[in-house]
């Protein structure tokens, strides 16, 4: 019709070789002739003309149509048709009203250069467009796997993977430190995202995910694969250390056995493929007491102080043993900490005492201060487990009198003057934070206490925004290495015995709040 000349069953011929060689559904290129002809055939008849294209999919023949809405009287001849006209159209149309759209057939014609060019473009496009959409569904189902290919180029520091039908990359920060690559050579990664991109799907692979140990270790212990044993959670410092917690389903196995393997054959394999990066498997128990020792290791450990209210952990140990826990440049207790997801504080057992001794000495001098008690008193209450004035005020006669020593009455003294200095306590910091000109935006962020908001002030910390600014670690406090030796850093909040993972959630809240402003 289009091209004498030209067969007609060209045209499926060439739709089922394109859709077999793109590996897409042959009707989507069919629909993308019927696109590029219609694009031609507007150049042809009118760009003011909707034009359907219909490809017969047995024969190839080729009908072009305008189509037009019935109308009462029409304007635009190109667009409209009255009713009569309709109906005189075709057989077809007879049962056809106001409204409705009808098909007028209009001639064939011979491509020009311009009209051929342009089918050709929309075609091309919409093949395109398939064929990433059939990338990307292919290759959607295999994020969280693990994919191998060749390594196709390397591109500032990127790492451009060749998947077969396809290219993916290892970003620079997703390459395993002072790991040698080379163009040719064979890769493994794990898939960490594939994206819609306006070029097509993107696919990201790592090699310094943890999740791509995990994958790895799935793969070499056949016990993980069918369930007999799971990974709990997983740690990597890429290319040095790395620690990885197991739990056996069946109690009749060893999980730090099967994973370590015959002669340690199966971590061996893992270690090959992580560039020797040095890894703990560490057996997980119901008890982070045990599961923090054995993350520690090979420091031995005295005893754990576990908070789990705040998931916070204080590991005790001797000198000897202190600068094996906390690893070269903090390594060794920084992936514990990541494996185990709580904070972990390494101490000496003298500092452990001092700790104690400091915090009993604080909160029975604030009793005796603020309570006008005498020490004895002090002391009582804070050995029973009184750590401030708020416990009091919260407390009964009841369980009061059951401290030998305490009789009713002073039981019922002690709550009165709980009670009256928090109320007096809680106006003085009203007046405090006027005081210091704290902004209403960071007053009324929730989580923050008068107490705490009086802290920030002290420190100049007065917007929304200066809190946002701020690292959790600058609220909590901790540890750091200066120049070689572990120096107690004081944060902020670190008196209201704030958790990292309550730092951090006020923090990112401050900022959320900001950004969504």
Not at 98 to 114: A, C, K, N
Not at 168 to 177: F, G, T, Y
């Amino acid at each position: 019709m289009l091209n004498r000349r030209a067969d007609k069953l060209e045209l499926i011929r060439i739709a089922e070789a394109v859709a077999l060689e793109k590996s897409i559904d042959k009707e989507v290129i069919i629909n993308s002739m019927e696109t590029g002809i219609a694009k031609a055939a507007k150049s042809k008849f009118g760009q003011e003309n909707e034009i359907e294209v219909q490809i017969n999919r047995e024969s190839g023949d080729i009908g072009i149509f305008r189509k037009l809405v019935i109308s009462e009287k029409p304007e635009n001849l190109n667009t409209e048709i009255s009713l009569d006209d309709a109906h005189n159209l075709s057989v077809e149309n007879k049962d056809k009203k106001i409204g409705d759209i009808v098909l007028q057939s209009l001639p064939s014609f011979d491509f020009g250069r311009i009209a051929a060019q342009t089918a050709k473009q929309v075609i091309s496009f919409n093949v395109r467009e398939a064929e990433r959409e059939r990338q990307y569904n292919d290759f959607v189902d295999k994020k969280d796997t693990i994919l191998s290919g060749i390594v196709k180029r390397l591109e500032f520091g990127n790492v451009i993977v060749d998947l077969g039908r396809t290219e993916a990359i290892i970003q620079k920060n997703e390459v395993i430190p002072r790991e040698n690559i080379k163009a040719g050579d064979r890769i493994k990664a794990y898939c960490s995202d594939v994206r819609r991109e306006p070029r097509g799907q993107q696919i990201f692979l790592s090699r310094a995910h943890p999740k791509f140990m995990e994958k790895l270790f799935i793969q070499e212990v056949p016990e993980i694969y069918d369930g007999l044993i799971e990974i709990i959670s997983s740690s990597r410092d890429p290319g040095s250390r790395a620690k990885i917690c197991v739990k056996a389903i069946d109690n009749s196995l060893d999980p730090v056995g099967a994973c370590v393997g015959m002669r340690g054959s199966r971590v061996q394999a893992v270690v090959n493929e992580l560039q020797g990066e040095k890894i703990d498997i560490v057996n997980w128990s119901e008890d982070p007491a045990v599961v923090v020792s054995n993350a520690l290791s090979p420091a031995e450990v005295q005893r754990v102080n576990v908070d789990l209210e705040n998931k916070k952990l204080d590991v005790i140990l001797t000198e000897e043993n202190l600068s094996k826990a906390i690893g070269r440049r903090g390594q060794n207790v920084r992936l514990a900490t990541k494996l185990m997801n709580y904070e972990i504080n390494i101490m000496t057992d003298q500092e452990d005492s001092e700790k104690r001794q400091t915090e009993f000495k604080e909160k029975t001098e604030n009793f005796v201060k603020n309570l006008e008690l005498d020490e004895t008193l002090g002391q009582l209450l804070v050995a029973e487990g009184f750590s401030s004035i708020d416990d009091l005020k919260d407390s009964s006669v009841d369980n009061l009198i059951k401290i030998e020593g305490i009789e009713e009455d002073t039981a019922k003294e002690l709550i009165e003057r709980a009670k009256e200095f928090h109320k007096k306590d809680q106006e003085e910091i009203s007046n405090k934070i006027k005081e210091l000109g704290l902004e209403n935006n960071l007053i009324d962020h929730e989580g923050l206490t008068p107490g705490m908001l009086v802290t920030l002030g002290e420190q100049k910390i007065l917007t929304l925004n200066d809190f946002a600014d701020l690292a959790s670690d600058e609220l909590t406090g901790g540890y750091d290495i200066i120049k070689g030796e572990r120096v107690k850093i004081k944060g902020f909040l670190e008196d209201f015995a704030l958790s990292k993972k309550e730092a951090d959630d006020l923090i990112m809240s401050a900022r959320n709040k900001i950004y969504k402003d």
